[in-house]
């Protein structure tokens, strides 16, 4: 949960979550410093830099990177990503030819170990509804104007397979180090709802 000011009433959402936790708590079902424990991780651990990362390492290092799209969920799980919501992971490398977009029509499934929490958009109803009837429209809500020789293509995620997108690397990024790559990789470009620039 995310701190929020004495003055503002809780959501419905808030409102439920705190009830939840006191009632697990008082039946001793979970440790407040589990809790604790959980919150930190997703509040301050895991993030988009964790999936940057990924990103920047699959575009320096060609073996890295043709693992990662043979079989993302084993060669993540050598580097310690793995766990919840990240168990099965398929990575959709971007080309000139084709690009990839991630949606999760039922919910709002993404890979979380590699992502953090996803953003409102991604789990609200217009996006998910249109991400598959018109992709283009979406791209071109967000700023992206995607040629029409480039196919688009959507993977609608679930609970079994979580997908994470490969963006192209961006011209004139050639001389740059695997941190200053990890540094241009967005949260946006990896769910394929943007494209990687340089700054
Ligand atoms: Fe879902």
């Known amino acids: 949960m995310s701190k929020s000011s004495h003055r ?110 996803p953003p409102t958009w991604y789990k609200s109803t217009p996006y998910r509804a249109r991400a598959v009837r018109d992709p283009r429209g979406i791209l071109a809500e967000f700023g992206v104007k995607m040629s029409e020789n480039v196919e688009v293509r959507v993977w609608d995620s679930n609970a079994e397979i979580r997908y994470l997108v490969l963006p192209i690397r961006p011209a004139g990024s050639e001389g740059l180090g695997e941190d200053e790559l990890a540094e241009l990789v967005t949260r946006d470009s990896m769910i394929g709802t943007a494209v990687v620039e340089m700054n």
């Open 8 to 117: 503002d009433p809780l959501s419905d959402t808030q409102l439920r979550v705190k009830a939840l936790e006191s009632v697990l708590l008082e039946k001793g079902v979970v440790k407040q410093e589990t809790l604790d424990a959980i919150i930190d991780n997703y509040e301050n651990k895991v993030g988009p830099h964790i999936g940057a990362s990924v990103v920047a390492k699959a575009w320096t290092d060609p073996d890295f990177k043709s693992r990662l799209l043979e079989n993302a969920s084993d060669t993540l799980a050598e580097m310690g990503l793995s766990g919840i919501e990240g168990t099965h992971v398929e990575v959709k490398e971007n080309t000139a030819e084709l690009h990839n977009m991630v949606v999760c029509t039922l919910c709002s499934c993404y890979p979380w170990t590699l992502l953090g929490l």
